[in-house]
């Protein structure tokens, strides 16, 4: 492993602001005080930020006269939920975790700023992105919103995720796609209500949600080429409020997730088909609200962060073939704007997995981030 030395020298460092963010979690795009530590830490390296998005914060770092840019973006928000472990910087507050490693995320950008302070041998400019809300507050959308790709011109954007189950000192690269999209639907069957002594009267809108769910499982095992991968999930059925009565509506709600978007839009239409035909079998009124909610997160230049990511952890720690992962990560939004590479961090083969009450990061990944994040630099300016 060929960790940065100056990196390293700030490690003990680090850790001790990564339990400090750990304890203090914000949620969404709610993340004030996390955004005014960072602050204060950037101002102590002599780097100015500015603000974008919803509390969210972005250094621009010149070094050169280089016109490339290369910038790195990392997320900071925590999850609405209870931390389970007992050791001494547990959360302090109650139903606010750290549990996706965010804290971690955006420490190891922090240990980069730190180097990047001292160390402006480079040959362009370098963008360091803080931002909030990733855990389904579309965080990413409201820092493009605010002009992030009018204000900077971003050349390329990188960014990582601390990975359970992948050993500690490894880093994964996808070439292609690296998490899933995440579609969300809602279907509302209406017929009509009545006694449930005299169906014939009413129009009964179950037996069609029956069908309509039915359905809907065949879309991945009948619609999908086998080779291709894709999750439809019932998440949701509501309706009805009686022993004895037939309800007005019923609404069903469910999940999407593929790794391929013309997957997704074979899934979205095959969804619309269902619905439809459905309706139309039993008569009733069946209407589908069907969301994107994040794209699929697709890697377009693998190879310089596999690259940089050999020369960081070695060539035989650098693994290539795992699945792309079913979760979502708004990191995808960027990559509609410019190009880049996410990449997987090893928390542990044995790390408690993400959302999970226990999970923790694992300390030992900040100088293994900010030792990858300078090999990018150096690798395009
Ligand atoms: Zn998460
Ligand atoms: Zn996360």
Known sequence: MALNPEVLALHDEMKALRRQIHQNPEVGLDTVE?????????????????????NS???????????????????????????ENDFAYKSTVEGKMHACGHDGHCTSLIALAGYLAKNRD????????????????????????????????VDYLFGFHAWPGLEAGKI???????????????VHVTGKSGHASMP??????????????????????RKIPSHERGVVSITQVHGGSLRNGIPDNVMVQGNVRTCNEKVQDLIEDSIGQVVKGVGVMYGVEAELDYVRKHPVLVNTTPEI?????Q?????????????????????????KYTKGCYVWIGN??????????????????????????????????
């Open 34 to 54: 996390t955004v005014k530590l960072i602050k204060s830490r950037l101002d102590g390296y002599g780097i100015s930020c500015a603000d974008i998005g919803v």
């Open 57 to 83: 914060l972005v250094a621009e770092i010149k070094g050169g006269e280089g016109d490339t840019t290369v910038a790195f973006r990392v997320d900071m928000d925590a999850l609405e939920m209870s931390e």
């Open 122 to 153: 480079f040959n362009g400019t370098v963008l360091l992105l803080f931002q909030s809300g990733e855990e389904g507050y579309e965080g990413a959308l409201r820092v493009i919103e605010d002009g992030f790709f009018d204000k900077y011109k």
């Open 172 to 186: 994964a690269v996808h070439n292609g796609a690296c998490m899933a999209s995440e579609d969300r639907f809602e």
């Open 200 to 221: 014939h009267v009413c129009n009964e809108p179950f037996a069609a949600v029956a069908d309509i769910i039915k359905g809907l499982q065949t879309i991945v095992a």
């Open 305 to 309: 962060a596999l690259r940089a990511a």
């Open 311 to 335: 020369k960081v952890v070695g060539v035989e720690n650098v693994v290539t073939d795992m699945e792309s992962s079913m979760a979502a990560e708004d990191f995808a939004f960027f990559m």
């Open 348 to 381: 542990g083969a044995d790390s408690a997995p993400l959302h999970n009450s226990r999970f923790d990061f694992d300390d030992d990944i900040l100088p293994i981030a900010a030792s990858f994040f300078i090999t990018v630099i150096n690798e395009l300016l």
